[in-house]
């Protein structure tokens, strides 16, 4: 089996701030460090989610990231208790729908 790697693409700026969400990064980048230190633990029904406030920001949105063996998505500005797997599935209210912004989608790489 190739050892498996993940590669992050389509980042996009805070609407907010104007530039990338620098804790939105980080979360991202070390959630597919680990899950790449991981290679061939990793099953296929694989799932995590989470969400998590950002202290950085003067806007102290959340961020919430849905990911699976083969894809990570992190979205932004989504309010406290909302559902990010429901946000990821496009069923929550269109005023969420609209507000909530994707960040970053990452992919793996060597996975047959």
Request: aromatic share 4%.
């Given at each position: 089996?190739?050892?498996?790697?993940?590669?992050?693409k389509d980042?996009?700026s805070?609407p907010?701030?104007?530039?990338?969400?620098?804790?939105s990064?980080?979360l991202?980048?070390?959630?597919?460090?680990?899950?790449?230190?991981?290679?061939?633990?990793?099953?296929?029904?694989?799932?995590?989610?989470?969400?998590?406030?950002?202290?950085?920001?003067?806007?102290r949105c959340?961020?919430?990231?849905?990911?699976?063996?083969?894809?990570c998505?992190?979205?932004?500005?989504?309010?406290?208790?909302?559902d990010?797997?429901?946000?990821?599935?496009?069923?929550?209210?269109?005023?969420?729908?609209?507000?909530?912004?994707p960040?970053?989608?990452?992919t793996?790489?060597?996975?047959?």
């Open positions: 089996m190739d050892q498996v790697s993940y590669t992050i980042v996009q805070c907010i701030r104007g530039r990338t969400c620098e804790t990064f980080d991202t980048t070390k959630l597919l460090a680990a899950m790449a230190a991981a290679d061939g633990c990793i099953a296929e029904d694989f799932s995590i989610n989470g969400c998590a406030a950002v202290d950085r920001c003067r806007q959340q961020i919430g990231c849905v990911g699976s063996c083969r894809e998505q992190v979205f932004g500005d989504l309010n406290a208790g909302e990010v797997i429901a946000f990821a599935k496009g069923e929550l209210s269109a005023a969420a729908l609209n507000r909530a912004h960040i970053a989608t990452c793996a790489r060597g996975l047959s």
